[in-house]
DNA sequence: GATGAATGAGTGTTCATTCAT
DNA sequence: CATGAATGAACACTCATTCAT
């Protein structure tokens, strides 16, 4: 049944199928023919809507991504104080949100760093996240600490929150948010504190 | 030319040429056969040393394992301090030997998390591996540390640990040893800290 | 904005872009999306106007027979002479015409010749084109020569003619008229030369 | 059953396998499973003993020059006389060899050259055979022609070959081995006879 | 112990064709 | 008239695995 203007539509399917076949059988075994049956569509239309596998995952994680600064952005744009404090917990929130540490959402990125490190167009997708995260801490960090302290503890807080979510993600059982977030606020505290020496 | 005691020597020679294999081309295409001709050998051989290929990715994992667990040991038994301190910084350094933030062992070990998702047997070696890292630092928070306070630590510098690394084999630049150390140690000493409080 | 009397005009669109995209990637990779992109046209155009790709192909062809057919006749109407020796001239003179010589013609006609081995209905196109050379060529000699020695000319000089346009086709090189031309002339004066004996 | 020293066995069986699949359904239609069903192995061993179907392909093709070099040489190293005229009579008789003149061959090498001029690999092998036909009459021509005469001589009796092996080979019906000969050898006689000139 | 020939299921991808709009 | 979304079969190719030697 061929409609017009389908394209968002059928895109958005596909990605989210993709989601749920990584999350099933990990991304090694989600074939399109997997994919293309989750999403209740033909083989065929993947090449359709997208160049080939290797786009449908690229967009996938552009639509991880994508949710992800949409995450950090709302929280930042709803806060009532301009705090660098208040922003960092919002980054730090934003980092934790729901879209982020569900099962597939965490299987897909996981599976899509292992990727990138041989796929360069993967990996660039990958460092433009990587340093997105860094450069928002800094920013922050910046508004009340000396360069070299700001850049270290953007490096820290990073770090602490990728880790973070990467144990909880290899936990296997359900993300604790809240443990996580009390540690990254605490890390983010111990650095602030640095202001006044 | 039949020889007797090749099993060990054959088995390693399959290891370093799957973990090569993984630098070259990542796990998803390090095919029996890749990995057969980087070890000079036919590819029948593999079944014959290990079950499957399954049975490689396995022993490749347990060998780098062996080889984090052996990097921490050393340095604990070479400390002539025997503080929490100085424990605490041999498990840190440990988690940064040479042994494991190489190319190869990079993209193995992230390669290896993620398939591990979706294979019960590869999973439980990584709880294991991640448990361990937790168990030891909880271990010598206690020391001088509550029981919440050291729980909390050893989750922040675990994430910490873990989290520098993953950042540092994402980069793609090589890895900066020393400067993952500084922000481990400042962390450590922010918590051993609380001591006093 | 449906107009009429559209169907000549589109014909010839596309049986000039499956020309061209037989000379840019042959005939086995002339697919009807690149038909159609070349064109201008959307895919399932073709459909409408053939019934199928064999029906375009078999368009394609008979646009090449008559267009051969045309050179040959165009010039025996325009001869002045109506000898033999002029008709022959001409018959040569057509089928190395410029719309016969040029990339596109040459490797759809050579494309045409593979594939028609397997279809009865180009076969029957093929046979019918070699058929009226042959003819052509037996019919002028035989005002001058036997029978037997008219149908060996004509199938002397037939396979001549096909032999110079095939090997003029595979060199890759832009194909040699003159060159080609006068070694026909010399064969069919030499086959004209027996009429005294 | 697998055995050593198969290779040579086998790659004979599926260029014997790929000329019979072209024969029955074309090149176009002579899929990898097709061949390997008419030979009577798996899918996979194709790539086993040539890298693709390309590989595949321009080992048939030069399994034909080989046989058509041979049916020339062969008759060459026979003569018990050394004229010109022999060698070009064995010339002739060695391009219509039973082995050229047969169905699959004649569909194959139709088909190959169609796909030569899309194919660089292919047109070089193409123009090596073309060259060889040219290089071997010039050769015997120019014993007794001047420079000229003999090029031109060879350009038109290769072409003369060429198209009646073409015309016979199009025709459907069985090839006409005699005919073509005289047709040849009459060409040949008329060249040779400017000797005196 | 070691080889490599052989298999055959599975992969991503292409493509002619159909048809609702 | 014309579009382009959608299908699904067919394709070349890969690969872990088996096993006779």
New interface residues.
Partial sequence: MPKVGMQPIRRQQLIHATLEAVDQ?????ASIALIARLAGVSNGIISHYFQDKNGLIAATMRHLMAALSESVFDRRLALSDDSPRAHLQAIIEGNFDASQVNGPAM?TW??F??????QPSL?RL??IN?HRLYSNLCCQFRRVLSLDDAR?AA??L???????W??G????DAFDTE??Q??AY??MD?QLAKQAS
């Fill in positions: 059988v990990g991304m090694g075994d299987k996981l599976a760093w292992a990727t990138s490190m041989h990996h990958q460092r990587d270290n490096r820290g990073a770090a602490l929150i990728d880790g973070l990467l144990r993600a290899l936990s296997g443990q996580a009390q540690i605490e890390y111990l």
